[in-house]
């Protein structure tokens, strides 16, 4: 079974700073693309930002409104992803997602796995 844990959500005040961390763990015989995802009370899930390995380049993506203050990374070699976030907004306020695509092993499966969820609350 493969799982995702997310942690570092808390309360910030606005221009305050948050890190957030994703643990991969359980059967992985490989990670493809890895994401965070927030949803805000009474709004869709939407995408914050993703991050891709393709060979040796690795291609990030974000969302207009985080641009510029919000940083993804990942480490292959521990299965990790990171999200840091500088700037911080009350309108960032949500519940953060860790996403990943992973190959499963041995079943060769290719499987979307979801993380339980930290909550970001900024505010003053």
């Known amino acids: 079974q493969v799982q995702l844990v997310e942690s570092g959500g808390g309360l910030v005040q606005p221009g305050g700073s948050l890190r957030l961390s994703c643990a991969a763990s359980?059967?992985?015989?490989?990670?493809?693309?890895m994401g965070w995802y927030r949803q805000a009370p009474g709004k869709e899930r939407e995408l914050v930002a993703r991050?891709?390995?393709?060979?040796?380049?690795?291609?990030?993506d974000y969302a207009d409104s985080v641009k510029g203050r919000f940083t993804i990374s990942r480490d292959n070699a521990k299965n990790t992803m990171t999200l840091q976030m500088n700037s911080l907004k009350p309108e960032d306020t949500a519940v953060y997602y860790c996403?990943?695509?992973?190959?499963?092993?041995?079943?060769?499966?290719?499987?979307?796995?979801w993380g339980q969820g930290t909550l970001v609350t900024v505010s003053s």
């Open positions: 996403n990943a695509r992973v190959v499963e092993r041995p079943s060769f499966r290719n499987l979307e796995v």
């Open positions: 359980g059967s992985i015989l490989r990670t493809g693309a």
């Open positions: 991050i891709i390995n393709a060979g040796t380049a690795t291609y990030t």
